[in-house]
């Protein structure tokens, strides 16, 4: 595990491990990283989980329709393939519009490869998103209880 591309996660429902891929997406990585420093994450919601697609989260607002007040950053797509477990940027229909909100898909999302930018994998507690309320936005949303970069913990 290398500490500084390493995201630790804590959710209401556990611990998330995310290692992060500098080497698809080093300038998605970089704003992930410096938002989990600045503490942006640390109880924002998933307001957007789908059994069998994706949960998405990183809007200060829990709307869906927010991020943080940093530029935007340019697409850097990849063929990295959407499978269980990868973290990827949520965007508008302009493909450089990724700020802060970010997805992690439940299964295979593989139509959207090549068209959001994937940053990362879970590689340990997957049953923990899983675990997250369902719904658009769920009643109950799952919250980010914080977000760290490992090097920092």
């Not at 997406?25 to 109880?43: C, N, S, T, W």
């Not at 959001?116 to 049953?127: D, F, H, L």
Request: some cysteine.
């Amino acid at each position: 595990m290398d500490p500084e591309n390493t995201i630790l996660m804590e959710l209401e429902s556990g611990p998330v491990t995310i290692k992060l891929r500098p080497d698809l997406a080093p300038q998605h990585v970089a704003r992930i990283k410096e938002l989990a420093r600045e503490g942006f994450y640390d109880g924002v919601v998933f307001h957007r989980v789908i059994p069998g697609f994706m949960a998405q989260g990183g809007d200060p607002t829990g709307t869906g329709t927010s991020g943080s007040d940093k530029p935007n950053l340019p697409a850097e797509f990849s063929r990295e393939p959407h499978i269980r477990g990868v973290c990827s940027m949520a965007r508008t229909a302009n493909p450089n519009s990724a700020n802060s909100q970010f997805f992690i898909c439940f299964d295979d999302a593989t139509f959207l490869d090549g068209q959001y930018t994937v940053w990362g994998e879970v590689t340990e507690g997957m049953e923990n998103i899983d675990a997250l309320p369902k719904g658009e936005p769920p009643r109950n949303p799952g919250k980010i209880v914080s977000m760290k970069v490992a090097a920092d913990a």
